[in-house]
């Protein structure tokens, strides 16, 4: 039987590790919540699934890269090591309403710099990417419907 052993971790791993361990608080990245709500805002003529598709098409075309030194499997998800996404298409009325207290969240805290605060003070709100989410809940049951609560 094959055992891994953590205590002989290449420096280079250990380094990783390290310093994905140390960010106690994630960051929030806004880059998705802005480019498909901008694909989204410009293509209000276009059904769901279209827009969907520029919206990916934008935000792959203008997403921040990047490749951290050492690294032999690369990809992300977001703008900064362990950071957090935005999905408008799905649901943001409850980060809408934690906006300035998602640092504060016990155990779930995000780091929110002032910069982040004001897009999501801007996409939050936005209408045209809400429709997805009326599609979705159209679609549960009524014994789920009413465990729904349309403000989270």
């Not at 960010?23 to 969907?52: G, N, S």
């Not at 490749?67 to 809408?96: C, M």
């Amino acid at each position: 039987m094959t055992t891994l052993k953590l205590d002989t971790l290449s420096d280079r791993i250990k380094a990783h590790k390290n310093a994905l361990v140390h960010i106690v608080k994630p960051p929030v990245c806004t880059e998705r919540a802005q480019h498909y709500t901008e694909m989204y805002q410009q293509h209000l003529d276009k059904p769901i699934p279209v827009r969907r598709a520029l919206a990916l098409a934008h935000h792959l075309a203008n997403r921040t890269i990047w490749i951290k030194h050492d690294e032999l499997i690369i990809g992300n998800q977001a703008s900064e090591v362990r950071a957090a996404p935005i999905f408008p298409e799905y649901t943001v009325s409850w980060i809408e309403k934690e906006i300035d207290d998602l640092a504060d969240r016990p155990g779930a805290g995000f780091a929110v710099s002032e910069e982040n605060k004001r897009v999501l003070h801007e996409v939050c709100p936005c209408g045209a990417v809400r429709p997805y989410r009326i599609a979705a809940t159209a679609c549960l049951p009524m014994s789920k419907k009413v465990c729904w609560r349309p403000n989270h």
